[in-house]
């Protein structure tokens, strides 16, 4: 690695300062991407700034009404234990669980998976579902980013060189909320991702609203499908569901990969997808019976 | 830029001057002359760097040395005591956790990691566990026995 | 230290160096000679599969504060090769294959030898190229080596350059013409693997220094240190004594650090430094793109049979492409050919087997040395023709399988084996039950299993050749200071070599393990001319420990035999102790080598070398051919018919391997094969974009993680005795690699009704072949 300067600022204004000097300045929050970046010479910033210690950045705060504050250097590990995720974001958990290794996820950090914005992103997929907000900081003040306009596609994000993801919020959820995440992947580790589905609905009365359908590895960005969402609304019939996949098909824009074609990708999707939309209405029906 | 850092390795406390741009890993290997984290790919793929960084198991070749100030590190040079071994040691003897070792101490501290938090782990938590260690020799099978064994002898 | 017993073969034993590995001691390459003063190296490697180029800015690399030496192939224009010299050191003027070596540097730090690399600035001129063994075959392609026929060693092979065949074999027994009309049902195929990686977990690497005297010591953790010397040497035109290798243990090999590929490199750049260390160690990255591959095949079979099911021809062409350099892979073509009808005794052959040259990576025989892609080819083939002539693959098998007293090959026949053992034992270990024929229609998909599981089976048999010009070579010294101490020329690539040795030695001397010691190999404890054996050690080492150990024990006996005045007929050694049967005196070793006895008060020390060297050496086709070892895979597989993906629910493989002297061992040695096999088989490929190979860390060549396991594994233990082994034991490291792939493809067919006939089987071939049957189907209706 070429030489830089490690800095580890206590507040945001000592971060802001460093973005001033003019110099290139990396964020590291648990080098899983930085690092490839750093070794393979990619990257070679003059400044590599841990925000770990930044106040508000490892908080972890759940109301039951208004959701849940995950500061953007709380690790991936922690939505696998923390029992705020297990108890009320049982999809995000689910995911969780299949994201890379224990070794990434002791590293990565939220903010760090949010802004690398890989095309595949399990994260994404399933904050995504939860209509999570992204919240930054800069110079000139803070924002608030909704999930979906994060992403601008192929690792592009709306955030601005000195723009800092502080933390991500997730609206509270009612207990009866569903979620079932579905991947296919060459390694089964998760290695070679050729399409993921996230399905997620509340169970009202007797039937399902709210649904929440994402997608990844099939477009530019993981991606929410409204309009599969509205097809689903309600109780859907075979038929209903036979619909909203069409429209997920005309929706998205699978690319060509060295170990999956696009068309692939799409079939692959198709039954994930199925598979994920049919677990939930099976879910409602075991918690009927 | 330099560091100061001060940090517990195997149970020690250390006090080192690093550079920004140095690993954890290289400080391990180069400076403390502990060489049971191995390189393998550098990109946090093999595990084969493993340590335990306060208590969770990391790839320290994707950890910078200036980071761990004030951290503790466990490393297999710190896993037997002067007249014992571990039990993962002693299992991973007796199954044939190992065939040409070089990922076996990164798999003796992603088990480690895993029995600090759950003691009887099933089979299927083992292989979860393990996933980040690639062997190339193809030894989980046996790898997995032997901390299954571990766990059992434990208690 | 008397108290524990002498080891007893075929008892559990567990791996000498194990307990060094896992606290941390053992050293691996880049463990070698830390120290803060040493030299760092970095290699240069071409970008283009075949270009002429320039290097720009070399005074300016040259003169980069910190940068100790820069070599290119102006300064050390060498070939290297064992066989035949088909490599150069470093390229000059024209580069053959992306990942050849151009210019090698030393500087103080690792990153200096980085800034300086990038200093210099590569031109390239693009020169046409072959990138396949289609491309390299096809009338017109540009010639890779139009020089061949003049390097050293060019008129060992049977090779056509000019139309890029590096290397040929052929075997005939009977007339296919003939066979062919007399068979009943003729089927014809293509199939093909992909490259490989060997991909251990330890790089390449090590530690060069140049001596005072002008030589080199080199500490390296390879497989095959005495070829090694002896290709370095020819490199650097230097007399082997000059070149000195120590090595330990390897962090895996599987064929990979058998050849020289930068090791030569090592030792040309320490030579023109100051004398102090120098270090290399390649990044995965290189170590991907910069060393060895596994060669790709094509098989094209054509199989003749009788509607009895008596196969009675085959035609079989396996074509290899060894990239740009045959070199390391001659000996696979050996053991290809002998295997190349897969176990069968078929009254009509013709194999032949071609090394091609294509302007890609060099490569090195892969752990199973090709014959696990041969009967990826053949037991599918099997199966199918089975199918055709309404009989069920494992009767076809039956009837046509290799027995005892066969005569296979002019000065080779077939012993007693466990072949058909292993297949009965690995089907009935996934709840498999032998089936009675059934219609063909009905043999497509498994009725007594669920929808979209089916299951296959494989047999394999592998020819164990012994290394080419090598021998075994054991050493034992039995003296105070040392108690037992063992020299041996192999090396432990985590087989349990050391284990093994001291297993041998404990049982036969009759003596306690802890008096061994196994020290590490190092090269100069031999002759310069002579070449170990680097694979089948159980084989050539364990004949020479026997050797060894009789002679010791002969050696003991007769010296306390001649103090007694007892015939050495009466005495033996017992628990670590002299005894005699006939005047029941007893005299413990130690004391022996403590106080000595009788009149002569100093203790004796006793010293054994023996060598053991195969003597079937003369050019044939079954030139050093000692035996086939057979095994079975069987396998229970699950597909998604919509999307082709792949769940192995059980895989048994049973492998013959004479007689388990460490059960434990053997079976953890087949449960690891097992996996590595699912791993080539289901996920790793080569990939390359116009012949730069893009496959360059473990994300883009995937290996099998647990996650990839087989759901259930059953590794079974065959024990045919081998009468000519060690024993009775056969090595087992190669053939348990065989079976794996057609067993898994073979289940497939009978799971979802599609066969794949492309390795590796992923589930996007899978999806194809289902849409490609879909329409058949539907065109058909």
């Known amino acids: 690695m070429k030489a830089f300067d490690y800095i580890r600022p206590n507040s945001l204004e000592e971060a802001g300062r460093y973005f001033a000097q003019g110099k290139s300045v990396k964020i590291l929050g648990g080098g899983a991407t930085l690092f490839l970046q750093l070794q393979n010479g990619e990257l070679a910033p003059?400044?590599?700034?841990?925000?770990?210690?930044?106040?508000?950045?490892?908080?972890?705060?759940?109301?039951?009404?208004?959701?849940?504050?995950?500061?953007?250097?709380?690790?991936?590990?922690?939505?696998?234990?923390?029992?705020?995720?297990?108890?009320?974001?049982?999809?995000?958990?689910?995911?969780?669980?299949?994201?890379?290794?224990?070794?990434?996820?002791?590293?990565?950090?939220?903010?760090?998976?949010?802004?690398?914005?890989?095309?595949?992103?399990?994260?994404?997929?399933?904050?995504?579902?939860?209509?999570?907000?992204?919240?930054?900081?800069?110079?000139?003040?803070?924002?608030?980013?909704?999930?979906?306009?994060?992403?601008?596609?192929?690792?592009?994000?709306?955030?601005?060189?000195?723009?800092?993801?502080?933390?991500?919020?997730?609206?509270?959820?009612?207990?009866?909320?569903?979620?079932?995440?579905?991947?296919?992947?060459?390694?089964?580790?998760?290695?070679?991702?050729?399409?993921?589905?996230?399905?997620?609905?509340?169970?009202?009365?007797?039937?399902?609203?709210?649904?929440?359908?994402?997608?990844?590895?099939?477009?530019?960005?993981?991606?929410?499908?409204?309009?599969?969402?509205?097809?689903?609304?309600?109780a859907p019939a075979e038929e209903d569901i036979e619909q909203a996949l069409a429209a997920v098909q005309d929706n998205i824009h699978p690319q060509d990969v060295v170990y999956a074609r696009a068309d692939y990708r799409r079939t692959v999707l198709d039954s994930l997808l199925r598979r994920s939309i049919q677990a939930i209405i099976d879910n409602l029906q075991d918690y009927n019976a | 830029m330099k560091h100061e850092i001060r940090f517990i390795i195997n149970g020690e406390s250390r006090s080192l001057t690093v550079l920004s741009q140095q690993t954890l890993l290289e400080v391990l290997r180069e400076d403390l002359g502990l060489t049971s984290p191995k390189h393998g790919c550098s990109t946090g793929e093999c595990g084969a760097c493993s340590v335990l960084l306060n208590g969770e198991v990391v790839n320290s070749c994707m950890v910078l040395a200036a980071e761990v100030d004030g951290a503790d590190i466990l490393t297999v040079e710190g896993l037997a005591t002067d007249d014992e071994l571990h039990p993962l040691q002693k299992s991973f003897i007796d199954h044939h956790g190992v065939q040409c070792g070089y990922c076996a101490s990164g798999m003796l501290i992603s088990a480690k990691a895993l029995l600090n938090r759950t003691s009887r782990p099933h089979e299927e938590e083992i292989r979860e566990a393990l996933v980040g260690n690639l062997c190339r020799c193809g030894a989980y099978a046996d790898i997995i026995k032997s901390i299954q064994v571990a766990s059992r002898a434990r208690r | 230290m008397i108290s524990r017993k002498p080891h007893v073969i075929g008892k559990p034993f567990p791996l000498i160096e194990a307990q060094r590995k896992l606290t941390g001691v053992t050293c691996y390459a880049g463990d070698e000679k830390i120290n803060p003063d040493m030299l760092h190296a970095r290699i240069l490697f071409s970008e283009r599969p075949r270009a002429r180029f320039w290097l720009r800015n070399l005074d300016a690399a040259r003169n980069h504060p910190g940068v100790v030496a820069l070599l290119t192939g102006r300064d050390v224009d060498g070939r290297m090769?064992?066989?035949?010299?088909?490599?150069?050191?470093?390229?000059?003027?024209?580069?053959?294959?992306?990942?050849?070596?151009?210019?090698?540097?030393?500087?103080?730090?690792?990153?200096?030898?980085?800034?300086?690399?990038?200093?210099?600035?590569?031109?390239?001129?693009?020169?046409?190229?072959?990138?396949?063994?289609?491309?390299?075959?096809?009338?017109?392609?540009?010639?890779?080596?139009?020089?061949?026929?003049?390097?050293?060693?060019?008129?060992?092979?049977?090779?056509?350059?000019?139309?890029?065949?590096?290397?040929?074999?052929?075997?005939?027994?009977?007339?296919?013409?003939?066979?062919?009309?007399?068979?009943?049902?003729?089927?014809?195929?293509?199939?093909?693997?992909?490259?490989?990686?060997?991909?251990?977990?330890?790089?390449?690497?090590?530690?060069?220094?140049?001596?005072?005297?002008?030589?080199?010591?080199?500490?390296?953790?390879?497989?095959?240190?005495?070829?090694?010397?002896?290709?370095?040497?020819?490199?650097?035109?230097?007399?082997?004594?000059?070149?000195?290798?120590?090595?330990?243990?390897v962090g895996g090999s599987f064929g990979g650090k058998v050849f020289v590929s930068i090791e030569a490199?090592?030792?040309?750049?320490?030579?023109?430094?100051?004398?102090?260390?120098?270090?290399?160690?390649?990044?995965r990255e290189e170590e991907f793109k910069g060393?060895?591959?596994?060669?790709?095949?094509?098989?094209?079979?054509?199989?003749g049979a009788k509607q009895d099911g008596r196969i009675t021809a085959i035609e079989a062409t396996y074509d290899w492409d060894v990239g740009a350099s045959v070199d390391a892979a001659i000996f696979h073509l050996q053991a290809v050919t002998l295997a190349g009808t897969g176990p069968y005794a078929i009254p009509?052959?013709?194999?032949?087997?071609?090394?091609?040259?294509?302007?890609?990576?060099?490569?090195?025989?892969?752990?199973?040395?090709?014959?696990?892609?041969?009967?990826?080819?053949?037991?599918?083939?099997?199966?199918?023709?089975?199918?055709?002539?309404?009989?069920?693959?494992?009767?076809?098998?039956?009837?046509?399988l290799v027995k005892g007293g066969d005569h296979l090959f002019p000065n080779f026949v077939m012993h007693a084996s466990g072949l058909e053992s292993c297949g009965v034992l690995a089907v009935d270990a996934i709840g498999w039950r032998?089936?009675?024929?059934?219609?063909?229609?009905?043999?497509?998909?498994?009725?007594?299993?669920?929808?979209?599981?089916?299951?296959?089976?494989?047999?394999?048999?592998?020819?164990?050749?012994?290394?080419?010009?090598?021998?075994?070579?054991?050493?034992?010294r039995f003296d105070r200071e040392r108690l037992c101490d063992v020299v041996v020329d192999g090396v432990d690539i985590g087989q349990g070599l050391y284990a093994f040795v001291t297993q041998v030695i404990s049982f036969e001397l009759n003596i306690p393990v802890e008096w061994i010691t196994v020290e590490p190999t190092d090269t100069a404890n031999y002759a310069p001319d002579w070449e170990a054996s680097y694979h089948n050690l159980l084989w050539s080492m364990g004949h020479a420990l026997l050797r060894a150990t009789g002679e010791m024990k002969k050696q003991i006996l007769s010296y306390v035999a001649k103090v007694w005045g007892e015939p050495i007929s009466n005495l033996d050694i017992v628990d670590g102790e002299v005894v005699s049967y006939a005047s029941r005196r007893k005299l413990p070793l130690l004391s022996l080598l403590e106080e000595g006895m009788g009149e002569e008060k100093s203790p004796p020390s006793f010293s054994v070398?023996?060598?053991?060297?195969?003597?079937?050496?003369?050019?044939?086709?079954?030139?050093?051919?000692?035996?086939?070892?057979?095994?079975?895979?069987?396998?229970?597989?699950?597909?998604?018919?919509?999307?082709?993906?792949?769940?192995?629910?059980?895989?048994?493989?049973?492998?013959?391997?004479?007689?388990?002297?460490?059960?434990?061992?053997?079976?953890?040695?087949?449960?690891?094969?097992?996996?590595?096999?699912?791993?080539?088989?289901?996920?790793?490929?080569?990939?390359?974009?116009?012949?730069?190979?893009?496959?360059?860390?473990?994300?883009?060549?995937?290996?099998?993680?647990?996650?990839?396991?087989?759901?259930?594994?059953?590794?079974?233990?065959?024990?045919?005795?081998?009468?000519?082994?060690?024993?009775?034991?056969?090595?087992?490291s190669h053939h348990v690699q065989v079976g794996a792939a057609p067993a898994i493809a073979n289940a497939i067919y009978r799971a979802v009704g599609v066969r794949i006939r492309d390795l590796p089987i992923t589930a996007q071939r899978i999806y194809d072949a289902l849409q490609e049957k879909r329409a058949r189907e539907s065109a058909v209706r």
């Open chain 1, 46 to 234: 003059d400044i590599v700034m841990d925000v770990k210690d930044i106040p508000g950045f490892r908080d972890v705060r759940y109301h039951h009404n208004h959701g849940l504050k995950l500061g953007a250097a709380v690790n991936l590990q922690h939505l696998v234990t923390g029992l705020e995720i297990r108890r009320h974001y049982p999809l995000l958990n689910q995911t969780a669980h299949q994201l890379a290794s224990p070794q990434i996820r002791n590293r990565a950090t939220i903010g760090g998976t949010l802004a690398w914005a890989s095309p595949v992103s399990e994260l994404a997929a399933s904050m995504l579902c939860y209509d999570a907000v992204c919240h930054t900081w800069r110079p000139e003040g803070a924002r608030a980013i909704p999930i979906g306009e994060l992403y601008l596609g192929d690792f592009k994000t709306a955030l601005g060189p000195d723009e800092l993801i502080t933390h991500v919020h997730l609206p509270s959820f009612p207990v009866r909320t569903f979620g079932v995440y579905q991947r296919q992947t060459v390694r089964h580790d998760g290695r070679r991702m050729i399409a993921g589905a996230a399905a997620l609905a509340v169970r009202k009365h007797n039937a399902l609203t709210n649904w929440r359908i994402a997608v990844l590895g099939v477009d530019d960005r993981p991606k929410r499908m409204p309009e599969a969402e509205a097809l689903l609304a309600g």
């Open chain 3, 81 to 249: 090769g064992h066989t035949v010299a088909d490599r150069k050191l470093l390229a000059v003027d024209e580069a053959l294959y992306a990942g050849q070596p151009l210019a090698v540097i030393a500087a103080e730090t690792p990153e200096i030898a980085a800034e300086a690399l990038a200093l210099i600035q590569v031109d390239y001129e693009d020169l046409p190229a072959t990138l396949s063994i289609e491309e390299s075959l096809s009338p017109g392609a540009p010639a890779v080596h139009p020089d061949f026929m003049s390097y050293r060693g060019a008129e060992k092979l049977n090779a056509e350059p000019e139309r890029n065949i590096a290397h040929a074999l052929t075997f005939v027994r009977g007339d296919v013409d003939q066979g062919f009309a007399e068979a009943d049902v003729i089927l014809e195929r293509t199939y093909t693997a992909a490259h490989l990686q060997h991909a251990p977990m330890e790089t390449h690497g090590g530690v060069a220094q140049r001596q005072p005297d002008g030589s080199v010591t080199m500490w390296m953790h390879v497989q095959a240190p005495f070829l090694q010397r002896s290709i370095i040497a020819g490199a650097l035109g230097m007399s082997p004594e000059k070149i000195r290798i120590i090595t330990g243990c």
């Open chain 3, 265 to 283: 490199l090592l030792a040309a750049i320490a030579l023109h430094t100051d004398g102090r260390p120098v270090r290399l160690l390649l990044t």
């Open chain 3, 291 to 303: 060393v060895f591959m596994a060669p790709a095949m094509r098989a094209h079979i054509k199989m």
């Open chain 3, 348 to 400: 009509n052959v013709s194999v032949r087997t071609n090394a091609v040259y294509t302007n890609l990576l060099p490569a090195a025989p892969l752990r199973g040395l090709g014959v696990a892609q041969v009967h990826w080819a053949i037991e599918q083939h099997v199966a199918e023709l089975a199918e055709i002539l309404n009989m069920t693959a494992l009767n076809l098998r039956q009837w046509n």
């Open chain 3, 434 to 476: 032998p089936e009675t024929p059934r219609p063909a229609e009905e043999n497509a998909a498994d009725a007594s299993v669920r929808p979209g599981v089916g299951r296959g089976m494989a047999l394999g048999w592998s020819p164990i050749i012994l290394s080419d010009q090598c021998g075994s070579s054991v050493t034992i």
């Open chain 3, 609 to 732: 070398t023996a060598t053991y060297r195969p003597s079937n050496v003369d050019g044939s086709i079954d030139s050093l051919l000692q035996s086939f070892a057979s095994t079975a895979y069987a396998a229970e597989v699950q597909v998604n018919p919509e999307t082709g993906d792949l769940t192995i629910l059980q895989l048994a493989a049973a492998a013959d391997v004479g007689h388990a002297l460490n059960p434990e061992s053997v079976r953890a040695q087949i449960k690891g094969a097992m996996i590595q096999s699912v791993s080539f088989t289901l996920l790793e490929e080569m990939v390359f974009e116009n012949g730069v190979p893009i496959s360059t860390d473990f994300m883009k060549y995937p290996i099998a993680t647990t996650a990839d396991m087989p759901l259930q594994l059953h590794p079974i233990v065959v024990e045919v005795p081998q009468r000519s082994g060690p024993y009775g034991a056969r090595d087992l």
